[in-house]
């Protein structure tokens, strides 16, 4: 099941990557959306949690959700801002986009060792390490998607 959520999650980025350069907000939300979502069914499944460890994970999970989103609205905004000047990026545009992602890469860091703490004391550590193993994948599928359609610095 979770190679048939990484397809699903894939082709979606695939869809998601291509239209995050020209659609508009509401599209992309649709998509973000239905990320979530996938995210969140297969959290759900590869986790087997029991109903004690769901009912103490999903609160915790929702905060560090709401916070995560913050730092990816502003890693699009640098790939929306980026499209639309791709034919006019200059040096300093680029020195500050490239400066803006590695904050938000530091700030990300500083998230997750903020809730590792968090989830392992709703969840026991191996469990609270498997979904950090789960999230990084998905992270990382994410990211290998976007990273792919972008094109390079000209």
């Known amino acids: 099941m979770i190679r048939k959520c990484i397809l699903l999650l894939s082709l979606l980025l695939v869809v ?22 996938e995210r969140i069914a297969l959290i759900n499944e590869e986790m087997q949690f029991t109903d004690e460890e769901a009912s103490r994970f999903w609160p ?6 709401k916070e995560l989103r913050k730092i990816n609205n502003a890693r699009l905004k640098i790939i929306t801002e980026y499209a639309e000047d791709y034919f006019d990026v200059t040096d300093d545009v680029a020195s500050g986009m490239m400066k803006k992602s590695i904050e938000l890469n530091i700030k990300e860091a500083y998230l997750k060792k903020k809730y590792f703490r968090e989830f392992n004391w709703v969840l026991p550590t191996t469990k609270a390490v498997k ?24």
């Open 60 to 65: 915790v999970y929702r905060k560090y959700e």
């Open 16 to 37: 998601f990557a291509g239209s995050a350069v020209y659609a508009q907000d509401a599209v992309i939300e649709m998509f973000r959306s239905d990320l979530r979502a």
């Open 131 to 154: 979904f950090y193993q789960l999230e990084n994948l998905i992270d990382l599928l994410i990211r290998v998607q976007i990273s792919a359609e972008l094109p390079f610095v000209e």
